[in-house]
């Protein structure tokens, strides 16, 4: 069946890096543009970023410019977020999630059909 | 930035209840709307995309329509299994979320 399992969520403190990771399977991961999405404790859920199907194209939202990098290795079908400089607001629940259409290039835009099950990270000292 | 605003917050009601929740765009997003649903503890499920397509697998009470930059998500009634908290979210211009709409039993 078609899955998405995160791992690499921790306590982290303030100003250190970390690197998540969300394998997939049941799919033809190379096919679909890939997104992570964060939830604070007790808030709504927040785009990151987006990496489309090549691994060419990538958007983050302002609030991660140049802290975070979006990655993935289409041959051992897995997405990574590197997040360097972390702050106390970036503590949240991060799910990877898939995009409904193949091949996804920049526009149209599209949801998220398929989540994993999310990883937590704590920035505190 | 579009800019999605949500109601109501929290909305209490009963199994077999019609509800609806609206979502209203700060700008256009060419029908760029998609609803989930989010459980405690589990991740966001995609219930309709392209503002009234409904996703696969999702029961036919749920619908969504829109009339310009206002949107709305019915359900035609309610069940048990439907108490949770429903996020929209635009992809017109990157992503954006609504805040969400607790449902409670009243």
């Known amino acids: 069946q078609v899955q998405l399992v995160e791992s690499g969520g921790r306590v982290v403190q303030p100003g250190r890096s970390l690197r998540l990771s969300c394998a997939a399977s049941g799919f033809i991961f190379s096919n679909y543009a890939m997104y992570w999405v964060r939830q604070a404790p007790g808030k709504g859920l927040e785009w990151v970023t987006i990496i489309s199907y090549d691994g060419n194209i990538k958007y983050y939202t302002d609030s991660v410019k140049g802290r975070f990098t979006i990655s993935r290795d289409n041959s051992k079908n897995t997405l990574f977020l590197q997040m360097n400089s972390l702050r106390a607001e970036d503590t949240a629940v991060y799910y990877c999630?898939?995009?409904?259409?193949?091949?996804?290039?920049?526009?149209?835009?599209?949801?998220?059909?398929?989540w994993g099950q999310g990883t937590t990270v704590t920035v505190s000292s | 930035d579009i800019q999605m605003t949500q109601s109501p917050s929290t909305l209490s009601a009963s199994v077999g209840d019609r509800v609806t929740i609206t979502c209203r765009a700060s700008?256009?997003?060419?029908?760029?709307l998609a609803w989930y649903q989010q459980k405690p503890g589990k991740a966001p499920k995609l219930l309709i995309y392209?503002?009234?397509s409904l996703e696969s697998g999702v029961p036919s009470r749920f619908s969504g329509s829109t009339s310009g930059t206002e949107f709305t998500l019915t359900i035609s009634s309610l069940q048990p299994d439907d108490f949770a908290t429903y996020f929209c979210q635009q992809y017109n211009s990157y992503w954006t979320f609504g805040q969400g709409t607790k449902v409670e039993i009243k």
């Open positions: 999630a898939r995009d409904l259409r193949v091949f996804w290039s920049g526009y149209p835009n599209y949801p998220m059909d398929v």
């Open positions: 392209d503002a009234s």
């Open positions: 700008q256009s997003t060419s029908s760029r």
